[in-house]
């Protein structure tokens, strides 16, 4: 969460007035990026609004929902035959040793698919079984990254069916929403 830029009490402690003007002077400047948001501390210490009660399609909207909070459209366990409950609860929890990291921050669609492809290819011919491929969250509020999005999809093509067991969002310890881990099939 980034911090108001406007001073609050206790923190102008030792400021002067020109300091304050300068500051102020200063921020009036200062613009967000497009596409980005940016949490504003809260100030006004109102006593909390009444809790509503919830009835009819919205109580049925948020038992829909089940209590899952995460993004859009990221992908959650997809296993193929040979993926038993336990390694599948491993994974979701982030309890599987990580062996090899693929980042791919920065790359365009063509580089990052390429990149992944001998990532994927090579961990599984050197016998590594789980790799953390870190796609990043993607830069507007509302929509999934496109590496995000696209990632998932790229492991589900021919060329990596055959070698990729499962995959699952990563733990926050571990990029969170921003990665995934690739759990790859043993070689026969």
């Known amino acids: 969460m980034r911090k108001s830029k406007i001073p609050t009490i206790g923190t102008t402690k030792g400021l002067t007035e020109k300091d304050l003007a300068l500051w102020h002077a200063v921020t009036q ?47 959650q366990i997809k296993g193929g035959a040979g993926l038993d409950r336990r390694t599948a609860q491993k994974l979701k929890r982030g309890q599987i040793p990580i062996e090899a990291r693929l980042d791919l921050h920065g790359m365009t669609q063509a580089e990052a698919q390429i990149a992944l492809n001998e990532a994927v290819g090579r961990a599984r011919a050197l016998g590594k079984r789980c790799l953390l491929v870190i796609t990043g969250k993607g830069t507007t509020r509302n929509q999934v990254g496109v590496l995000k999005k696209m990632v998932p999809r790229w492991l589900k093509d021919p060329v990596n ?25 043993k070689q026969r």
């Not at 990729?164 to 099939?185: E, F, K, M, S, T």
């Open 29 to 75: 400047r200062d613009a967000v990026l497009p596409g980005r948001m940016y949490l504003v501390a809260e100030t006004n210490r109102s006593k909390p609004s009444q809790l509503t009660k919830v009835t009819g399609h919205e109580k049925e909207r948020l038992i829909a929902r089940n209590g899952e909070v995460g993004v859009v459209g990221a992908p």
């Open 161 to 185: 069916q055959e070698r990729v067991l499962a995959i699952q969002n990563a733990r926050p310890q571990h990029g969170g929403a921003g990665a995934v881990y690739v759990l790859l099939r």
